[in-house]
Nanobody, 126 residues
């Protein structure tokens, strides 16, 4: 129904920056994509919310751990969102996933998102 493809991960030193992209495609993109979000999962840890953007209006929300360092933006014409990550530190090392759903009530937890990408690895060296 909706396919998500992430890109832009890689290896960066502490204090560096990366920009992730997530492109949505599929027959029902226009009706199923209401919120697009980024989650991340480090080895041995649960998947955690990073940030989200609401397609109608562009409202954004971020986890406290990334506020003021990460910024989500979108290119609506291309059904693509971006995650600009600045001031990266080793604690940001994780597999970063893009996810989408039609709508979210309350905190955007992973269980509320039915469509997921394969993930892109971000590694921050000390």
């Amino acid at each position: 129904q909706v396919q998500l493809v992430e890109s832009g991960g890689g290896l960066v030193q502490t204090g560096g920056s990366l920009r992730l992209s997530c492109a949505a495609s599929g027959r029902f993109v226009s009706s199923l994509v209401g919120v697009m979000a980024w989650f991340r999962q480090a080895p041995g840890k649960e998947r955690e919310f990073v940030g989200a953007i609401w397609w109608n209006g562009g409202h954004t929300s971020y986890a406290d751990s990334v506020k003021a360092r990460f910024t989500i933006s979108r290119d609506a014409a291309k059904n693509t969102i971006f995650l600009q990550m600045n001031s990266l530190n080793p604690e940001d090392t994780a597999l970063y996933y893009c996810a989408t759903t039609r709508g979210v009530v309350g905190i955007p937890t992973s269980a509320k998102f039915p469509f997921w990408g394969q993930g892109t690895q971000v590694t921050v060296s000390s």
